[in-house]
């Protein structure tokens, strides 16, 4: 049976979503319900069952893309920060944003901490909270400190829906979120062992969906991917199979994904949307939920240089975890212009790549990037590279 038709069907639906600019599924969803509310984030790590427990819909904002002409936000910044933040700006300035009736800015750099700041001043109307998370790993310590945190946006919410957010309703949401990262698992741990049959440049819009969708609708989705791609039979090439790191706020244009594929890179791991994916493991469900939502963050959650180590042995660990259950022969190291967490971190993990004698290379981007050919040359240089070493 060829499934080409149902792969491309997802396919084309998730890039509409990722194209659309106006929300117009999460505006589709309040409409089909009065009185319903949606909640947005930067989507490195906020605790989306707290809003999924409320009855709101977290929508994930990931800045402008390279589709949007940014032209009122480059007032309110810098020209030498990151470019997610003055096209977050632009959303919200031209209305596009309307749809939500609250942001969470988590936890991310000081950009992102002084653009909740900004966010209140300039959107008086709605709900805005910085989400701010431990950098003590003792549960008595950080974990009470998270937990009051939650607690704090727990009470928030529940105000902004009108109703209270009982430990029945959070446990219930932990059980829908466990189920949906328990999909990403099986779409990653898929894609490892078969990068030819799940191309990232579509991997990723699959995620890119469950940033508007409900989270039930995407799990189904996810799911019904890999199904379909399973069903269809796809060149395998003698592709290097790589691991890019760096990527997990201010996000790759797709053509960039697409260039480092055509360049001759099979992409078995990443940290694209890690909000999918910041929690490792299933968070058990019969008990006290923000305790155990603590204790998941603290201790079983992923590595990234928008998130504090408590030692400096820590650095690069996660990374080569990911090296090697991902089978990737090297890195690519992709950070955006400007990202400070993920700049000042690169020499450390590169460090630890040559020690273990893993190759790598390194390039910086912008959301709205448009010249591909250097990108493509330098990942397409990088693949023979590691052919032509693998052979020697």
């Not at 999924?52 to 910044?77: F, K, N, R």
Request: charged share 25%.
């Amino acid at each position: 049976m060829d499934n080409t038709p149902k792969v491309m069907q997802i396919v084309s639906r998730c890039e509409a979503l990722f194209d659309d600019l106006h929300f117009n599924a999460v505006k589709d969803w309040k409409a089909a319900v009065p009185g319903r509310k949606a909640i947005g984030y930067m989507p490195v790590y906020v605790p989306r069952e707290l809003i999924h427990a409320a009855g709101m819909l977290p929508v994930g904002i990931l800045g402008g893309g390279d589709s949007l002409e940014v032209i009122q936000g480059d007032a309110y910044y810098q020209s030498y920060i990151c470019r997610i933040p003055r096209s977050t700006i632009e959303l919200g300035l031209t209305g596009r944003l309307d749809c939500l009736d609250g942001m969470l800015f988590p936890s991310i750099c000081d950009v992102i901490r002084n653009l909740s700041g900004m966010w209140k001043m300039l959107f008086k109307d709605k709900y805005v909270r910085y989400i701010d998370v431990p950098q003590n790993y003792q549960d008595e310590v950080g974990g009470t400190f998270y937990m009051q945190e939650m607690q704090i946006l727990r009470e928030d919410l529940a105000e902004l829906a009108g109703r209270p957010i009982t430990d029945a309703d959070l446990n219930a949401s932990i059980r829908v979120y466990n189920d949906n990262r328990a999909a990403i698992r099986e779409l990653y741990a898929y894609r490892a062992a078969k990068p030819w049959q799940a191309p990232t440049s579509e991997v990723y819009l699959v995620l890119r969906a469950g940033m508007v969708l409900p989270v039930e609708e995407h799990t189904a989705l996810v799911r019904e991917y890999l199904a379909a791609a399973e069903g269809l039979q796809r060149v395998k090439r003698d592709n290097a199979r790589v691991v890019i790191n760096g990527s997990f706020c201010e996000q790759p244009p797709l053509a960039l994904i697409k260039s480092i594929e055509m360049a001759g890179c099979y992409v078995v791991d990443d940290d694209f949307m890690l909000v999918t994916r910041w929690l490792l493991g299933e968070v058990p469900a019969d008990g006290e939920p923000l305790r155990e939502l603590s204790k998941a963050f603290l201790h079983a959650s992923a590595s990234t240089a928008a998130k504090y180590d408590a030692t400096r042995e820590e650095k690069g660990v996660f990374l080569m975890k990911q090296v090697k259950n991902g089978g990737a022969e090297g890195v690519i190291f992709a950070a955006p212009s400007f990202c400070d967490p993920a700049l000042l971190e690169r020499p450390m993990l590169q460090d630890v790549l040559s020690k273990h004698g893993i190759p790598h290379t390194a390039f910086k981007y912008a959301e709205n990037t448009g010249q591909m050919a250097p990108i493509r040359e330098q990942a397409g240089t990088f693949a023979d590279s590691i052919k032509l070493w693998n052979a020697a």
